[in-house]
């Protein structure tokens, strides 16, 4: 399946992995934290590193804080992003219910090079804001996304933080025919 979604493609994995799951995921959703902390490890190590599996990572933001989290990460230097992503999701509990999200966002964008200037910049990008919540148009009117997170595999939409064996059983199939598995 062809992912057409608005904005850059921020993917994990080979671009001719046999298979690639398209992670809708809101940045204040304790639920995607879950997934990225404790289970997409595990898909890494298991599908990722050894060339089956693709996660291209899209956009889903459920309120204005994780909106604008989105927006911090899109303005990550290339390579940082996965890096910054990683770490807002890790520390989640702490800059999403902070009483100042937008001081404790420009704390964490330092820890990948995005100084005050550029943190500003980026905040305030009217057509990154807009490029966003178009993405999550696009992932809500093409495949019906309510919640988060909501992973599309196969042109297929399972909705949560699936633990591993969940997606050993989704992938296997799938990774059967093509010598992958």
Same mark, same amino acid.
């Given at each position: $399946?062809?992912?057409?979604?608005?904005?850059?493609v921020?993917?994990?994995?080979?671009?001719?992995?046999? $298979?690639?799951?398209?992670? %809708? /995921?809101?940045?204040?959703?304790?639920?995607c934290?879950?997934?990225h902390?404790?289970?997409?490890?595990?898909?890494?190590?298991? %599908?990722?590193?050894?060339?089956?599996?693709?996660?291209? %990572?899209? &956009?889903?933001?459920?309120?204005?804080?994780?909106?604008?989290?989105?927006?911090?990460v899109?303005?990550? /230097?290339?390579?940082?992003?996965?890096?910054l992503?990683?770490?807002?999701?890790?520390?989640?509990? &702490?800059?999403?219910?902070?009483?100042?999200?937008?001081e404790a966002?420009?704390?964490?964008?330092?820890?990948?090079?995005?100084?005050e200037?550029?943190?500003?910049?980026?905040?305030?990008?009217?057509?990154?804001?807009?490029?966003?919540?178009?993405?999550?148009?696009?992932?809500?009117?093409?495949?019906?996304?309510? /919640?988060?997170?909501?992973?599309?595999?196969?042109?297929?939409?399972?909705?949560?933080?699936?633990?591993?064996?969940?997606?050993?059983?989704?992938?296997?199939?799938?990774?059967?025919?093509?010598?992958?598995?």
């Amino acid at each position: $399946v062809q992912d057409q979604a608005p904005g850059p493609v921020r993917a994990l994995g080979a671009e001719d992995a046999p $298979v690639t799951i398209i992670d %809708y /995921s809101s940045l204040t959703c304790p639920h995607c934290a879950k997934f990225h902390n404790e289970i997409l490890p595990a898909l890494k190590e298991k %599908y990722i590193a050894t060339g089956k599996v693709r996660l291209v %990572y899209r &956009n889903f933001p459920l309120d204005n804080v994780a909106h604008k989290a989105a927006m911090l990460v899109s303005c990550a /230097s290339e390579g940082k992003y996965f890096q910054l992503l990683d770490i807002l999701f890790a520390r989640q509990r &702490n800059w999403a219910a902070s009483e100042n999200p937008r001081e404790a966002l420009a704390k964490l964008g330092k820890m990948t090079g995005i100084d005050e200037k550029r943190f500003e910049a980026c905040i305030n990008d009217a057509d990154l804001a807009n490029l966003i919540l178009e993405e999550r148009l696009y992932g809500q009117e093409t495949y019906k996304i309510q /919640s988060t997170p909501t992973f599309i595999i196969h042109g297929e939409t399972h909705v949560g933080a699936l633990p591993i064996e969940d997606f050993d059983g989704i992938l296997a199939p799938l990774l059967s025919g093509t010598g992958a598995n």
